[in-house]
């Protein structure tokens, strides 16, 4: 295909998803609804609510303009041939194509960097600090960038150069042996994420003994699984936003807890969620979305096999010669369709997930319990009560709440034998 096609396919595609996100933006900004149902009415008060409802359009005005700005720029790189004209700068300078590749996406980075750095200022310190959920300083807020860029160079970069080697001194078949190293890459990080990368920005401390602890050892007994590393997280260094998640394969698993989430839940209430997680364990989620996440890994590698070896590529986006660094540039944008459809079907699938978890919080522990965390949960982070259907089916990877309410409801009044 001609290089002036290529690139026409290349603004279509990115004109196209940009504008579709745009349009779920809307409608899901014009879902939104000033009244409460009485499921969680008793949680929300009013004023709370209209807040939230605040947060809200804030937020997705500020997107419109944020990405709207991205956009602009993304098209201007693309039609005036900025990457190429990058290219053809830098090898100048730089004979070694893997050094070149290194540059040239580090000189990307800090471009998208410094522009939206704005954006990331106001977003951070005006609008979370409004609504109360901001509790990061300048000082965090830097040093966690500049930690970010540390992990960049120090995980990314050796990846990068890696891939590259490997698609210049294998050849097509390099896909196949990036693919194994990236899968055994996951793998490492799901297993060792809590010990190595977590604890850079944020300290996790053993949970000390008391109720919340014997509580959540009896369920682990009586579910039969493990629950012995057991980490609160300071999360409130950051944020008011309250979570909790596993992390971990095997008997090594390790739970952490926000400290947010313990100040503002029972005891009944946190173990209701660790029952959430456990169901993740249970139902095989976690195992399952670890093969499909290599699945995914070993197509897109295939797809990129196709295109990285086309010169017509790196034309397209105004460089001089074939290069490396242009077709991966060129790919991510020409797969973004395919990547949007296997994220669908991945959402539907979390969606689907999140539900028997829930379930199985239910069955083994208290499905009451678990409500009441669920609707504090969202009380505090003001989520969206009524977020349009068609925003969830391409956006959400856990059911809204009144979903997964009515379904934890249903269950349990099918449990018991009421049919109403
Ligand atoms: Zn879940």
Known sequence: MEAQIILYIIV?????????????????????????????????????YVRSLEYHRDLTRFSFISSGFMFLISMFMLLSGGFGWLDDLLRQYIQNDILLALVFFGVLMLASEILTLPFQLYSTFVI?????????????????????????????????????????????????????????????????????ILPLFNKLTPLQDGELKSSIQEFAKKVDFPLNNIFVFDGSKRSSKANAFFSGIGRKKKIVL??????????????????????????????????????????????????????????????????????????????????????????????????????????????????????????????????????VFFHYSHPPLLKRLAAINSAQLTAHGNPH
């Not at 504008?19 to 949680?43: C, G, H, M, W």
């Open 128 to 196: 979370e600090e409004k609504y109360g959920f901001n509790k990061t300083t300048y000082a965090t807020f830097f040093t966690d960038k500049l930690k970010g860029y540390g992990l960049a160079f120090v995980i990314g970069a050796p990846l990068l150069a890696l891939l590259i080697y490997l698609i210049q001194s294998i050849g097509p078949t390099f896909w196949v042996w990036f693919a194994i190293l990236a899968s055994g890459f996951i793998l490492f990080m799901n297993m060792f994420y809590t010990s190595l």
């Open 12 to 48: 279509a595609i990115a004109a196209v998803s940009y504008v579709f996100d745009q349009l779920l933006d809307y409608i899901n900004l014009k879902a939104l609804r000033t009244d409460i149902p009485d499921e969680v009415a008793s949680f929300y008060d009013r004023q709370r």
């Open 258 to 391: 926000y400290d947010t989430l313990i100040e503002k839940h029972s005891a009944d209430e946190l173990v209701a969620v660790l029952a959430h997680e456990v169901g993740h364990f249970k139902k095989k989620h976690i195992i399952r979305g670890l093969i499909l996440s290599v699945l995914q890994v070993f197509f897109t590698l295939f797809v990129l096999s196709l295109m990285v070896y086309n010169t017509n590529l790196s034309l397209a986006l105004g460089g001089g010669q074939q290069s490396i660094h242009l077709n991966l540039i060129a790919f991510s944008i020409l797969f973004a369709p395919i990547s949007g459809i296997t994220g669908l079907f991945m959402s539907m699938y979390s969606r689907k997930n999140e539900y028997e978890a829930d379930r199985y919080a239910r069955e083994t522990f208290s499905g009451s319990a678990l409500a009441v965390a669920l609707k504090k949960l969202s009380v505090d982070s003001l989520s969206n009560l009524y977020p349009h259907p068609l925003y």
